[in-house]
């Protein structure tokens, strides 16, 4: 036992370094992207610039839309961050109060920054919403929104 045993390297074209996932055959760092984003070929810009980012979200803030609107740069945890704060802190609609301190997304999409799916609510609709699974419709007939 315990004889010499071939290392594998990573599948991934270009990529010399050995495998650390039997399951994959993925590098380290191609396994990691794999778990992220679903592909080990994933290119994310990590974070903008200030200016990017501040155009990003006056667009968002001024835009007419009913769809989401997903946010291009880096994340946190799922959600839309600047790179010191959560985007959807900054476009939720509402006013922000001692009970209502969640920014909370109606379309239960992390990724979406649009004002028209982001409320400030408090911790209690917020856990109910995840409970429920009910719909954007819902969730803002409850809220009247």
Not at 84 to 89: K, Q
Not at 117 to 134: F, G, Q, T
Request: hydrophobic fraction near 30%; proline fraction near 3%.
């Amino acid at each position: 036992m315990g004889g010499d045993q071939e290392s594998m390297t990573c599948p991934v074209k270009d990529c010399e370094k050995d495998t650390v996932n039997k399951r994959t055959g993925f590098c380290l760092y191609h396994y990691n992207k794999f778990i992220r984003h679903g592909d080990p070929l994933h290119k994310t810009k990590k974070y903008a610039t200030k200016i990017e980012i501040s155009e990003f979200i006056e667009a968002a803030l001024c835009s007419d839309t009913d769809n989401c609107i997903e946010w291009p740069f880096g994340l946190c945890a799922g959600y839309a961050w600047t790179g010191t704060e959560y985007v959807h802190r900054i476009v939720a609609s509402g006013e922000k109060s001692v009970i209502n301190t969640d920014a909370a997304h109606l379309c239960d999409n992390k990724k979406c920054i649009n004002p028209k799916h982001v409320v400030w609510s408090s911790k209690a609709d917020n856990i109910l919403d995840r409970i429920l699974e009910d719909s954007m419709i819902e969730r803002k007939e409850r809220r009247n929104v």
